[in-house]
């Protein structure tokens, strides 16, 4: 079984940067070909946000973000933090390349708080 452990998040000033980790543990190669963060704004339902190939390292962005997010295997980069960024954030894995689809993802992280002041 997949586990995926976040570490990271808090509260920060507008334009700053903050980096949400995720560990990944258990499982057999073939579990999940992706891997990905979600977010879930106040009020909001959960949406995707970045997105990497487990093996290509192929990564695509949520347009709001390009720019300013980067994703890799391990972890999110968020730069240039803005008051819309405040979210609980997710890292997910999945068996579905490319997918931003929140229902393609069987394992999720515990989710993490990040919180941009104005």
């Known amino acids: 079984q997949v586990q995926l452990r976040q570490t990271g998040g808090g509260l920060v000033q507008a334009g700053d940067s903050l980096r949400l980790s995720c560990a990944v543990s258990g499982g057999i190669v073939s579990d999940y070909v992706i891997m990905a963060w979600f977010r879930q704004r106040p009020g909001k339902e959960r949406e995707f946000v970045a997105g990497?190939?487990r093996i290509s390292g192929w990564t695509f962005y949520e347009e709001t973000v390009k720019g300013r997010f980067t994703i890799s295997r391990d972890y999110l980069q968020m730069n240039n933090l803005k008051p819309e960024d405040t979210a609980v954030y997710y890292c997910?894995?999945?068996?579905?390349?490319?997918?931003?689809?929140?229902?393609?993802?069987?394992?999720w992280g515990q989710g993490t708080q990040v919180t941009v002041s104005a």
């Open positions: 997910a894995a999945g068996r579905a390349p490319n997918s931003r689809t929140e229902s393609d993802y069987n394992y």
């Open positions: 990497i190939g």
